[in-house]
């Protein structure tokens, strides 16, 4: 079955960067693109950007730009998260989620908590 | 981007039907027949509900349904049960090539 597994809690000093990686299983990695959406606590969803996990290209939305990179590992079925420049509004759990083919995101990891404090 | 406008509440009885709608643009909503909605229970990832404005993943209840009229999208739920209790969100694909999502509405179940 379609499996996304996400990696573990972490905790962040302010002006830091953090690491979230997302190790899939069950699919054709390539076959379908990958999205990022956090969720700050108790709060909504936020879309932070998409990658092609096929040729590596991403579109990140404006608010992070400069400040995140969406990469992926063909040869782990893995792809990453990386935000820097770290603040406080960043504390939130992080999904990596797959795309359906249909513009609608279809599987869901099981979310990373990341907090910003000093 | 702003976000899409949604209720952030609704509320019914066992047995009811409900409707939760989804306010966006002709950049968003209006522009694309790309909307979806996500049902989220405390603590849990949030789970495909509706795709493309009107279809149900497989294994989705067809008491779960969604239209669309103009930039305006609607989720509506009939015979609600108690597990229908959770957060809802619509989201939609934009002419910017980027997604949005709706603030959230909290459905209760009485």
């Known amino acids: 079955q379609v499996q996304l597994v996400q990696s573990g809690a972490e905790v962040k000093k302010p002006g830091a960067s953090v690491k979230v990686s997302c190790n899939t299983s069950?699919?054709?990695?390539?076959?379908?693109?990958m999205h990022w959406v956090r969720q700050a606590p108790g709060q909504g969803l936020e879309w932070m950007g998409i990658?092609?996990?096929?040729?590596?290209?991403?579109t990140y939305a404006q608010k992070f730009q400069g400040r995140v990179s969406m990469t992926r590992d063909t040869s782990t079925s893995t792809v990453y998260l990386e935000l820097r420049s770290l603040r406080s509004e960043d504390t939130a759990v992080y999904y990596c989620?797959?795309?359906?083919?249909?513009?609608?995101?279809?599987?869901w990891g099981q979310g990373t908590v990341v907090t910003v404090s000093s | 981007q702003s976000a899409l406008t949604q209720p952030a509440s609704v509320s019914g009885s066992p047995g009811q039907s409900i409707t939760i709608s989804c306010t966006g643009t002709?950049?968003?909503?209006?522009?694309?027949?790309?909307v979806s909605w996500y049902q989220q229970h405390p603590g849990k990832a949030p789970k495909l509900m509706i795709y493309?404005?009107?279809n149900r993943p497989s294994g989705v209840s067809n008491r779960f349904s969604g239209s669309k009229s103009g930039n305006t999208a609607s989720l509506t739920i009939s015979g609600l049960q108690a597990e229908d209790e959770a957060d809802y969100y619509c989201?939609?694909?934009?002419?910017?090539?980027?997604?949005?999502f709706g603030g959230g509405t909290k459905l209760t179940v009485l």
């Open positions: 989620v797959r795309d359906s083919s249909q513009h609608a995101f279809d599987m």
């Open positions: 069950g699919y054709t990695f390539t076959s379908y693109y």
């Open positions: 990658i092609n996990p096929s040729g590596g290209s991403t």
């Open positions: 002709s950049s968003d909503v209006g522009a694309y027949n790309y």
């Open positions: 493309d404005v009107t």
């Open positions: 989201s939609s694909y934009t002419s910017s090539h980027s997604w949005v």
